[in-house]
């Protein structure tokens, strides 16, 4: 049997530990590279001989949008995140698949199958994106919604209802992500949790702090209530803070 030559792309050991699981699980797919270095899997790619890419979307040095769009055309993809707001995107760029972590092998191996049933008739892997997303994840081509997102912890990969953020506290190493209900300590920084996070919904108001909107209950001065928790205003921040309160001030 013919394998289909993979390399799997992700800046967490633990993503690429779980790819690199499934893919020997699978007797058509061969892993013949894992990298956390986005700029070595595109010269790979652009060399030829790679079939198939699961491929990050958020990574430091390259995002997975930008990656395919550089690699223009060459190889096939299944995009793994924890995002859901970027599925339109890919669907625009002709990614086989979007699968969202935590990825269930089940549904892992129907995205490899469908690649590896289109190569064997030497036709490019049909792009089936939209059809396979659950209902809690769809993505409505008019006006896309983004209600949760996944982050690592230390024994597991939860789920967070983004209603449910009051606000998020950067440290050195880490941030800790509070809710109406619990503190989620995850291993990330408050720049990628700011660009992950819908716009208008949250707001950076300090280098340390991200709050949701609608969870302010008070501002006085250069401070911020939300319940018991007084956040205050950096200065860096401030005015584009205050012009997204002048917007629903009555």
Same mark, same amino acid.
């Given at each position: 049997?013919?394998? !289909?030559?993979?390399?799997?792309?992700?800046?967490?050991?633990?993503? +690429?530990?779980?790819?690199?699981?499934?893919?020997?699980?699978?007797?058509?797919?061969?892993?013949?590279?894992?990298?956390?270095?986005?700029?070595?899997?595109?010269?790979?790619?652009?060399?030829? /001989?790679?079939?198939? @890419?699961?491929?990050?979307?958020?990574?430091?040095?390259? #995002? /997975?949008?930008?990656?395919?769009?550089?690699? $223009?055309?060459?190889?096939?993809?299944?995009?793994?995140?924890?995002?859901?707001?970027?599925? !339109?995107?890919?669907?625009?760029?002709? =990614?086989?698949?979007?699968?969202?972590?935590?990825?269930?092998?089940?549904?892992?191996?129907?995205?490899?199958?469908?690649?590896?049933?289109?190569?064997?008739?030497?036709?490019?892997?049909?792009?089936?994106?939209?059809?396979?997303?659950?209902?809690?994840?769809?993505?409505?081509?008019?006006?896309?919604?983004?209600?949760?997102?996944? @982050?690592?912890?230390?024994?597991?990969?939860?789920?967070?209802? !983004?209603?449910?953020?009051?606000?998020?506290?950067?440290?050195?190493?880490?941030?800790?992500?509070?809710?109406?209900?619990?503190?989620?300590?995850? +291993?990330? $920084?408050?720049?990628?949790?700011?660009? #992950?996070?819908?716009?208008?919904?949250?707001?950076? =108001?300090?280098?340390?702090?991200?709050?949701?909107?609608?969870?302010?209950?008070?501002?006085?001065?250069?401070?911020?209530?939300?319940?018991?928790?007084?956040?205050?205003?950096?200065?860096?921040?401030?005015?584009?803070?205050?012009?997204?309160?002048?917007?629903? $001030?009555?």
């Amino acid at each position: 049997m013919t394998k !289909l030559k993979c390399i799997a792309v992700d800046d967490e050991p633990l993503a +690429l530990d779980i790819i690199e699981d499934y893919v020997s699980k699978v007797p058509f797919l061969e892993l013949i590279k894992r990298t956390e270095n986005a700029i070595e899997a595109l010269q790979m790619v652009q060399a030829g /001989g790679v079939d198939l @890419v699961f491929l990050d979307i958020q990574m430091p040095e390259l #995002t /997975g949008i930008q990656f395919l769009k550089i690699a $223009n055309g060459k190889s096939n993809y299944i995009f793994t995140t924890a995002y859901s707001q970027y599925a !339109l995107e890919s669907y625009d760029l002709n =990614v086989s698949d979007y699968l969202l972590k935590p990825i269930a092998f089940d549904r892992f191996y129907k995205a490899v199958e469908k690649v590896h049933n289109q190569l064997k008739v030497g036709q490019p892997a049909e792009n089936t994106i939209q059809p396979l997303l659950t209902p809690a994840t769809a993505v409505a081509p008019a006006n896309p919604i983004q209600d949760f997102i996944f @982050v690592k912890t230390e024994h597991k990969i939860q789920k967070i209802e !983004l209603d449910n953020i009051l606000y998020i506290e950067g440290l050195k190493d880490y941030i800790s992500i509070f809710t109406k209900t619990e503190r989620v300590i995850t +291993l990330q $920084n408050m720049k990628k949790m700011d660009e #992950t996070l819908p716009k208008g919904q949250f707001i950076r =108001v300090h280098k340390s702090y991200i709050i949701a909107l609608d969870k302010i209950e008070s501002i006085e001065r250069s401070r911020i209530s939300i319940g018991e928790k007084v956040i205050p205003i950096g200065d860096t921040y401030r005015d584009e803070f205050f012009r997204h309160i002048d917007n629903k $001030n009555i």
